[in-house]
């Protein structure tokens, strides 16, 4: 089995890991491994009871002889590189904060934070029902938001100890920003302090002038449509689906005059409900325009709306990686020139891996 093709099957079917390598890594969400060049956030099943469709996975990891090996049905595939705990994890910021709990690793050496975890859909009641990232306090212990200094102290931290990149987010708030101007506050300070290459991930601001101050402090941003079917928007984001996609796509227009090619990307998200066709035209909607359409699998979230919806077949994604693949290559798009966050990464999705075969 080629890498990619391996990479597609853990994206959609999931590993089971043992608490000895949870207790190794302390990681709540995808359990990232890598082998070759290959790197792949696995939906896994194990101390953290987040996926109930990885029941059902042939692929476990197991630890022996101080090797991490990857199995299907019990029988060893390959060797597996799995990253140490982060240094930083267990350092305490200037208020006495475990540093894990305002940054986690994700992927292999980028961190990952959300400056405010909760949302105003969710305070609403109609929040995106693929989100499994809503606060939860007594989920690792999260922080539902985190100061501009701790989060500048944190990156410090991580920056000391081997991280290359780091990636903020937010909740969608209930202002013209949406959510901007908290971003931009993490942002100066997180830049102020160290120097990190750094991609903020939020929906388009009403108000566009937040964004354009924004974009002057991060090398990439992530402004995620998920979906370019109507339909199925409104379906799984009852309330981000009121959001035109032409604020979409001025925020993009904004963000690649400022930041320049390479530097955006939109998540879309395979298995809401869409057709094929659908997702392989949002996937040229985005390239045209000089995005990356960063595809991914859905990941069916316990206590979310489509806890019970399977992911799509390993079969279906790899022949849409590949289609998404070919729409990178004829536009142009380079996503390894990219300086920060998802793309850069791409443990999440199959898309940058395929455009070795195309």
């Not at 070759?36 to 022996?64: C, H, M, N, Q, W």
């Amino acid at each position: 089995m080629r890498d990619e093709e391996l990479k597609v099957e853990l994206l959609c079917r999931g590993m089971k890991v043992p608490e000895q390598a949870w207790s190794y890594y302390k990681r709540s969400a995808g359990f990232p491994i890598r082998f070759g060049d290959t790197l792949v956030s696995v939906p896994s099943l194990g101390k953290y009871d987040r996926y109930s469709f990885v029941e059902a996975s042939p692929y476990s990891i197991t630890r022996s002889d101080g090797k991490w090996l990857l199995l299907k049905d019990g029988e060893v595939i390959r060797e597996v590189d799995v990253a140490e705990v982060p240094g930083f994890y267990e350092k305490l910021s200037s208020d006495g904060v475990e540093m894990r709990r305002i940054f986690q690793v994700c992927g292999w050496d980028c961190v990952l934070t959300g400056v405010v975890q909760s949302c105003a859909y969710q305070r609403r009641g109609t929040q995106c029902r693929f989100c499994g990232t809503i606060y939860n306090p007594a989920y690792e212990g999260r922080l539902d938001r985190k100061t501009p200094q701790q989060l500048a102290e944190a990156a410090e931290a991580a920056v000391e100890h081997g991280i290359k990149h780091a990636v903020i987010t937010s909740g969608v708030m209930p202002t013209p920003d949406r959510g901007a101007r908290l971003l931009l506050e993490a942002a100066k300070a997180i830049k102020e302090r160290v120097d990190i290459p750094l991609e903020a991930e939020l929906a388009p601001p009403q108000d566009l002038t937040y964004l354009e101050l924004l974009l002057e402090h991060v090398d990439s941003v992530s402004i995620n449509i998920e979906t370019l079917d109507q339909r199925v928007r409104e379906y799984a984001c009852p309330d981000k689906s009121n959001i035109p996609y032409e604020e979409y796509f001025a925020a993009y227009e904004l963000a690649l005059e400022a930041l320049g090619e390479n530097q955006v990307n939109s998540w879309l998200i395979a298995g809401l409900g869409e057709s094929d066709e659908a997702i392989i035209e949002g996937v040229e909607e985005l390239a045209e325009r000089g995005v990356f359409p960063f595809l991914v699998p859905l990941r069916p979230t316990k206590g979310t709306g489509y806890e019970s919806t399977p992911p799509p077949s390993p079969e279906r994604l790899s022949t849409l990686a590949l289609q998404a693949a070919e729409v990178v290559k004829d536009f142009g798009l380079k996503p390894e020139k990219n300086k920060a966050g998802c793309m850069r990464c791409s443990a999440c999705s199959p898309v940058r891996d395929f455009l070795k075969l195309v």
